[in-house]
């Protein structure tokens, strides 16, 4: 079964300097590997993703992602953060095969959190 | 280009009683989907339609819950009894085809006491 596992619930960081968010996944061949940001009262809106290609990879606001086969992981960052990229933020894999082909499965979220 | 519609933002019912969910998606996205979001926690899917058909509605609770797409454009979720456990954020996406990316509508934030 595939799967997407955040491991931190809330990560803190002060504006200017650079965050991280850690996402690692379970799939059975290559993953399909996505980054969502959730603000208060609203839906999700979609940063990046991985299909194929570079590891890479570049997104909306200045983030990026970088995916590494070999630690099964999809690690969201950003070099510089803002006060605005406090948020929750979701990563998910996209089921490829079978009946739920297409479906997202969504991580629990990682709170970010930015300071002044 | 207008985003994925939900109506009501907010709904507060008491238990026992039935409630219903409106998503209107994008223009000319075939695919639909609600999702289910509870605090703390990532969306679940609960039903997938590709135009009028629901291709994955597994993970839906058919005791209670039932969706339609009867045109092939907007949708309704109705849950009938709602319990105090079916608080939560429900949620609606889009995409051009089950493959593309989905774009989320603000959501249905329902509160059974």
């Known amino acids: 079964a595939q799967s997407v596992a955040q491991p931190e619930d809330q990560v803190n960081v002060a504006e200017g300097n650079p965050l991280t968010v850690k996402c690692t996944y379970s799939?059975?061949?290559?993953?399909?590997l996505f980054w969502y940001v959730q603000y208060p009262n609203r839906g999700l809106q979609f940063l990046l993703k991985?299909?194929?290609?570079?590891?890479l990879v570049k997104g909306s606001y200045g983030f990026e992602a970088e995916f590494n086969k070999s630690q099964t992981s999809f690690h969201l960052k950003k070099p510089s953060a803002l006060v605005s990229d406090s948020a929750l933020y979701f990563c998910?894999?996209?089921?490829?095969?079978?009946?739920?082909?297409?479906?997202?499965?969504f991580g629990k979220g990682t709170k970010l959190s930015v300071k002044p | 280009e207008a985003g994925v519609v939900q109506s009501p933002r907010y709904k507060i019912i008491e238990k026992k009683q039935p409630v219903a969910f409106w998503c209107n998606p994008i223009s000319g996205h075939n695919t639909l989907y609600w999702y289910l979001q509870n605090l703390g926690q990532g969306p679940e899917l609960l039903i997938r339609y590709e135009n009028e058909e629901a291709v994955d509605d597994s993970q839906l609770p058919k005791d209670r819950f039932s969706a339609e797409r009867l045109k092939g454009v907007d949708s309704t979720l109705k849950i009938q009894p709602a319990e105090l456990g079916d608080s939560a954020v429900y949620l609606c996406a889009s995409s051009l085809a089950p493959l593309n990316e989905q774009f989320f509508g603000p959501g249905t934030r329902l509160t059974v006491l």
């Open positions: 991985y299909i194929t290609g570079d590891n």
């Open positions: 998910a894999v996209r089921v490829l095969y079978g009946g739920s082909q297409g479906n997202l499965i």
């Open positions: 799939v059975s061949g290559n993953p399909y």
